[in-house]
């Protein structure tokens, strides 16, 4: 969800001429050498940015002069009304945007290079802001694109590259910084430390453990034999041998009593452990809870035997929403990579998975029926965009062998359901509408063309979602002018209701319970509808529709009729909820009075600190909607870690590192919030006029939910660095107990409570978690935090966020490795010193370097 809209225009140097006989098949496009570099933001006091583009050939032949475009990528928008003289640039759609010579411009001879300067407007940060997926174009061969892989982003340094404008005072996150934040962690011993993840209600440990060994055995109360079954299969990874389950007593036993839904109690003694709870739920949660006791190491391999600490503990979530939202519908993850995460969200008791399948740029699930959906929409690439796939976005580039392509065929998804439901997690699909639908759009525009050029006419309408002589401008927040379902169709309920009845049907062939539809809501651009013909033909049989902002009402009033008549209850974003109206002359909107108090559960997202909607959450909650606490201030798990340009990542809604989902109060959150995005510290009279969320407004807090929306996100690796470790965070916040830094009213009081509390949660998740998780189901690469370092005292101290980690470092120029000298005490030599932290396999984060003169 990219908020920007930017300007962009080229300055062009001195060209020099090539033979206007210079033939392209003699010129390889991959010896056109291509930087990229930012210069400044707030370019002339402007709220703009300069950055530059130096093409280089270093071809023997020379770079023709006419007779090709090169295509790219960027998450702002381009002014095309600015030209000059020997290039011209046009907005495709989307990001996707090309570079045309003109009649001006004379080629490149060998060894030339040109700069293009590019004026935008907001400003540019990190890698994730700079041009990608760059391809070449030859005016002959108009299908083919040609990657362009010798493109370099240079790195920004200075700070007129780095702050985004006069008002930017969030420090750039310089080792200084780094070590100045992390002064107040204390290293506190490991056998200190609560041993169950997230904290339980109640824990007390004793001395001694129970040792597991390939001989143990299970036992269940028959309603627990799924989960026996899972324990066993687990077990069995660690110990090389699946334990048996029996009838008569176990050293294992899953007990049956009445408690909470979710509740459960963990005893371990030197005779076993008992496990009891009331619902197969409890008893897999109190499963989580033993194997979060078991060391980190026991995931490495097959283990002779495992110790267990000797447990009691009793326990049950705070929230029974506990969710995440992957996207995999910008870039796409494999059925591989969603199972894993599965599992992650299993092990810290999260039992929603929000799954982001359908946008603008893919749709990523197979419904039977609609087959163009995914044969279109689950692909991108360059040849015959919009007619057998949509176009690059989001770097996918000119083919669709990259994160940009792949969908999940019924037999996929109903095997993902499957495995969610044995982890008590409910798989919740999105079907962004009527908004972020393009990919829906385009297909069944294609699928009408198909339908229409063999007569069948009523057949090629039935599904349509676009009004054909429709001449409404608009354009999203991503660039897009066509990414809108007609509302005013009948043809795009038959459309909703279809893929509704194909999903409802998906989840019974799995044997799952569907419960709702996420049915997006989010993001409809001004101007959508206005000159529809169908919208004027609407108005003049509805009386209730009077403009297109009643189309808003009437598109959700019968998506309502349609998921309620399946048994469903409707679920979107929080435009969903919302209604435009007036006041004191100005537009304004509130709370939708006419799906309050109906079970309505709504996504709340947008908190941004500055744009007048923090208090959103609690109007919606205490006017009747069930909200989830979805705010991108602390829960987008896309948002970069820190101002950093290596840390790609959207910052529209600030940054995000671990201690955000942890700090967050989901009752009162605007209590910690002490400064906006930009780092200043917010006024005291900055909650006045903010609702506070009522005793009845409590009520319809069902959870909260960290989201990673993708459009960052081009592999699993980057999917699990933005994901780890952030995902604690919100495992901590959704289980456990409200904590008592965030009653306290006491401002130093509470301040204090909480970098006790922080300590203790940083030294849990490096200690134990985090090492867990480098083995847990083939391990995962999440984020190594960089070093903390200064120079004192005429040496180099450093420290690092989570403890339990280790730095190395050089003194020689060469990149820290593994094998380098440990880090124990602060560095007195002289020069340049590289320090690097280093995980418990010796998998490295980035490098630092400080100058100690």
Not at 83 to 100: P, S, T, Y
Not at 263 to 271: C, E, G, H, I, M
Not at 273 to 290: C, E, K, R, V
């Amino acid at each position: 969800m990219n908020k920007h809209a930017v300007s962009l225009m080229f300055f062009v140097g001195a060209f020099y001429s090539v033979d206007a006989q210079q033939l392209k098949p003699a010129y390889n496009p991959n010896e056109l050498k291509i930087q990229w570099k930012m210069i400044e933001n707030g370019y002339m006091g402007q709220g703009k940015y300069l950055s530059s583009f130096t093409l280089n050939n270093a071809s023997k032949n020379g770079l023709p002069a006419k007779g090709w475009s090169i295509y790219f990528n960027l998450p702002r928008g381009i002014d095309t009304s600015f030209v000059r003289n020997e290039f011209k640039f046009e907005h495709i759609n989307g990001d996707l945007n090309r570079i045309m010579p003109t009649a001006l411009f004379k080629g490149l001879k060998t060894g030339q290079s040109i700069e293009l300067q590019m004026l935008a407007s907001d400003w540019s940060l990190n890698r994730a802001d700079a041009p990608s997926g760059l391809y070449l174009v030859w005016d002959d061969e108009p299908q083919t694109g040609i990657a362009l892989a010798n493109y370099q982003v240079v790195a920004s340094t200075e700070l007129k590259q780095i702050n985004r404008a006069k008002i930017d005072i969030a420090p750039i996150a310089t080792p200084e910084v780094v070590y100045n934040r992390n002064k107040v962690i204390e290293d506190i011993p490991a056998n200190k430390l609560i041993k169950v993840f997230p904290t339980p209600i109640n824990y007390s440990e004793s001395e001694g453990s129970f040792v597991l060994t390939s001989t143990v055995t299970i036992s269940a109360d028959p309603a627990f034999s799924n989960e026996a079954n899972y324990l066993a299969k687990e077990l069995g990874v660690v110990l090389g041998k699946q334990p048996t389950i029996s009838s008569v007593k176990g050293n294992i036993e899953l007990r049956k009593a009445e408690m909470g839904a979710e509740a459960y109690t963990l005893s371990v003694s030197r005779n076993g452990i008992i496990i009891t709870a009331s619902t197969p739920a409890g008893a897999f949660y109190g499963i989580q809870s033993l194997k979060t006791l078991m060391p980190a190491a026991a995931w490495n391999g097959t283990q002779k035997l495992v110790a267990v600490p000797l447990v009691e503990v009793k326990d049950e979530p705070r929230f029974g929403w506990r969710a995440f939202m992957l996207d995999v519908a910008r870039n796409f993850q494999t059925k591989e990579e969603v199972l894993k995460t599965l599992d992650w969200l299993a092990l810290y008791k999260i039992n929603v998975f929000h799954f982001h399948c359908t946008e603008d740029e893919g749709w990523r699930i197979e419904i039977p029926g609609l087959p163009e959906l995914t044969e279109i929409g689950g692909k991108r690439g360059h040849k015959n965009a919009n007619v057998e796939q949509l176009p690059p976005s989001f770097a996918s580039g000119p083919d669709n062998s990259t994160a940009g392509s792949g969908f999940y065929s019924k037999a996929d998804f109903i095997e993902i359901l499957k495995y969610a439901n044995e982890r008590h997690i409910k798989v919740i699909p999105e079907i962004e509408s009527p908004g972020h639908a393009r990919a829906a759009v385009q297909s069944m525009q294609v699928r009408y063309d198909r339908l229409m050029k063999q007569g069948k006419k009523a057949e090629a309408e039935k599904y349509l979602l676009r009004e054909l002589n429709d001449k409404s401008v608009h354009s999203s927040v991503q660039g897009w002018n066509d990414n809108v379902m007609d509302v005013s169709l009948p043809s795009t309920y038959t459309f909703v209701e279809k893929v509704v009845d194909g999903l409802i049907a998906i989840y019974k062939e799995a044997g799952v319970p569907l419960e709702t539809i996420h049915m997006g809501g989010d993001e409809v651009p001004s101007g959508s509808w206005e000159k529809s013909p169908a919208f004027a033909k609407l108005k003049q049989e509805n009386p209730l529709v009077k403009n297109t902002n009643d189309l808003w009402y009437y598109y959700y009033g019968k998506v309502n009729e349609i998921i309620k008549s399946k048994g469903l209850y409707l679920y979107g974003w929080e435009e969903a909820g919302m209604r435009k109206t007036m006041l004191d002359g100005a537009a304004h909107v509130i709370p939708n009075p006419d799906f309050a108090n109906q079970n309505v559960h709504l996504d709340v997202w947008n908190n941004v600190i500055g744009w007048g909607a923090e208090d959103l959450a609690y109007r919606l909650a205490n006017a009747g909607y069930k909200v989830v606490l979805s705010p991108v201030s602390n829960l987008y798990f896309d948002m970069s870690y820190d101002k950093d340009f290596e840390e790609e990542g959207y910052y529209w809604g600030g940054f995000v590192d671990v201690d955000k989902p942890y700090s967050f109060i989901p009752f009162d959150y605007l209590k910690n919030t002490k400064q906006d995005k930009m780092g200043n510290t917010l006024s005291s009279s900055f909650t006045q006029g903010k609702e506070r969320l009522t005793d009845f407004g409590k009520t319809n807090i069902i959870g909260i939910q960290g989201l990673l929306f993708a459009e960052t996100i081009t592999s699993a690796e980057r999917m699990e660095y933005m994901l780890m470790p952030k995902l604690l965070g919100l495992a901590e916040r959704a289980w456990a107990k409200d904590p008592e830094w965030s009653t306290e009213k006491d401002e130093a009081k509470s301040n204090e409570l909480y970098a006790k509390a922080w300590s203790d949660f940083v030294n849990r998740i490096g200690k134990r978690e985090l090492p867990r998780l480098s083995y847990y189901k083939g391990g995962l690469k999440y984020r190594i935090p960089t070093a903390g370092a200064i120079v004192e005292n005429g040496s180099v101290k450093a420290n690092v966020q989570l403890p339990g980690f280790v730095i190395r470092y050089t003194t020689n120029g060469t990149e820290p490795t593994s094998s380098s000298k440990l880090y124990t005490e602060p560095v007195a030599t002289k020069g340049t010193i590289k320090l690097r932290v280093f995980d418990a396999r010796g998998r490295g984060g980035r490098t630092v370097e400080v100058q100690n003169k």
